[in-house]
């Protein structure tokens, strides 16, 4: 990513400041703190929903929907109902696309197409694809190559999802069994593999060559962000840059360009190509920082993983690095990636301890408002205001 928000910048302009510096796990002032008595008389999972709500009403979260009311004066009734009139028989499609002769390899490769996903790729992408459409021409047809889009999209997503459960061995994902626990590591990276493929016949067929490289790019930043994710950096400052260069190139690199490349197909001014790319950046940024909130603040059963998963691979995110600048004897387990005995239940207890869960949520909100700021300089339409609300849903949602 060419800029980011470092944490001394940002901060600056909060109506918060930084809190004190807490005890730690182990010290003896750790009694007067609200959280772990709070968790010997609660259920983990009221503590957080409580500690989740608390965030939301400080960092003004709620308050944010005052902003996201229809602008274009057409009703609708929610982002995910539009979309999903473009997307009728979404995973009949991509099933389709899918066809394979092997039982078992078509069994594996259409297991997380079972309509149970959010389909939060697919709904932006053809949100997008109207919003261009009405600011070029006002036209309110998706076009086939649009909505094609979406499903690659889609397709390219729930790939790197099996190769990310393969890598992190990972066994569950969205409430049930991972694809590599049920038939194997090796069986699951050729079912990934097989996605991608049939992912990259489809973008043949849309037959525009520019579309062609955008999304492939996407392939690229998501094995550039895998090998990001390996390694660590012993630099604090190049530790936080690292941390959202990983962010994007992982998640908000796909959301960026399927929305730039439906831009494209509708639209021939690269000034809107601009602003669907940087609205599909910001928004899939702060996706992706909620997503590491909720690690520590949502339970399992809500989640369909368990939590803590990223401390427990030895993964440092934001509400971690942001502890850190509090607790600087987290430093150390960092750079070891957490893998010593009583590493992760402590470096959990100094996250939920500090700032580091509001400060991330606050970030996220930043990007989010950047987002809305894009899109908001297309024409008002129903669309338009729909991926203004899906920023609001991005920091609000508690799974």
């Known amino acids: 990513m060419a800029s980011c928000w470092w944490p001394w910048r940002w901060r600056r302009g909060c109506s918060w400041r930084q809190a004190a510096r807490s005890p730690g796990p182990n010290s003896a002032g750790r009694a007067a703190l ?115 889009i979406a499903l690659i999209a889609e397709m390219i997503h729930t790939a790197s999802l099996v190769h990310d459960d393969v890598i992190d061995d990972a066994s569950s994902r969205r409430g049930k069994h991972t694809v590599n626990k049920i038939w194997g590591e090796k069986k699951a990276v050729l079912a990934g593999d097989l996605i991608l493929s049939a992912a990259s016949i489809a973008l043949a067929r849309v037959g525009n060559t520019t579309v062609i490289s955008i999304l492939t790019q996407v392939i690229e930043d998501l094995v550039r962000g895998e090998f990001l994710q390996l390694g660590s950096k012993e630099n604090e400052n190049e530790r936080f840059a690292h941390y959202l260069e990983k962010t994007f190139k992982k998640t908000a690199s796909l959301i960026a360009n399927s929305c730039k490349a439906v831009s494209v197909l509708g639209c021939p001014d690269p000034a809107v190509h601009e602003i669907a790319f940087e609205y599909g950046k910001n928004v899939g940024i702060a996706f992706q920082l909620i997503d590491d909130v909720l690690d520590f603040t949502s339970c399992s059963d809500q989640m369909g993983k368990p939590t803590s998963a990223d401390l427990k691979l030895g993964l440092a995110t934001g509400p971690v690095l942001f502890a850190c600048q509090q607790f600087p004897e987290m430093n150390a387990m960092i750079m070891r990636r957490f893998s010593s005995p009583g590493d992760v239940d402590r470096a959990r207890q100094y996250v939920l301890q500090s700032d580091g869960v509001q400060q991330t949520t606050y970030l996220a909100q930043r990007y989010c408002h950047k987002a809305v700021r894009e899109i908001s300089k297309l024409r008002p339409s129903p669309e338009r205001d729909a991926l203004i609300q899906l920023s609001e849903i991005v920091l609000s949602r508690d799974k």
């Not at 608390?54 to 996201?68: D, E, I, K, L, P």
Request: with cysteine; proline share 3%.
């Open 34 to 148: 609200s959280a772990p008595r709070a968790a010997a008389v609660m259920s983990y999972c009221n503590l957080m929903k409580s500690l989740t709500s608390a965030f939301q009403n400080m960092y003004g979260v709620s308050r944010f929907h005052h902003t996201t009311k229809t602008l274009s004066g057409e009703k609708y009734t929610d982002p995910f109902k539009l979309g999903w009139r473009d997307l009728k028989g979404l995973y009949e499609d991509i099933r389709k696309e899918l066809f394979i002769s092997t039982a078992e390899l078509k069994e594996m490769s259409e297991y997380y197409f079972d309509g149970k996903g959010k389909a939060f790729r697919p709904i932006i992408v053809v949100l997008m694809a109207r919003a261009c459409n009405i600011h070029h021409n006002n036209s309110r047809n998706v076009q086939a190559s649009q909505r094609a």
